[in-house]
């Protein structure tokens, strides 16, 4: 092997493992700041869907409870369908 085939040997090793950090990087948010130092990433959109998912599982959550306060009443039947209609009206 001529030292030719060795530089562009090496050139192209250093090029793929630049590739493949870039995409590793990319796959798990690291950015790097102007000093070229590992950031992780705080996404505004992925921030917004968590708020979203939470407020949703919050809202599951009392529905849920709810439900298992009208389940274990021991009460009549007249007044389990006022409750299931007054849920219905909300």
Do not use: C, W
Request: charged share 30%.
């Amino acid at each position: 092997m001529n030292p030719f085939e060795m530089v562009i040997g090496i050139v192209l090793i250093v090029s793929i493992a630049s590739v493949l950090r870039s995409r590793y990087r990319a796959q798990h948010g690291i950015l790097e700041d102007k000093d070229g130092n590992a950031v992780a990433s705080t996404n505004p959109e992925s921030t917004f869907e968590t708020k979203a998912l939470q407020s949703e599982v919050k809202k599951l959550n009392e529905r849920i409870a709810v439900l298992e306060r009208v389940i274990t009443d021991d009460r009549g039947s007249r007044e389990l369908a006022r409750e299931i209609e007054d849920l219905r009206s909300r």
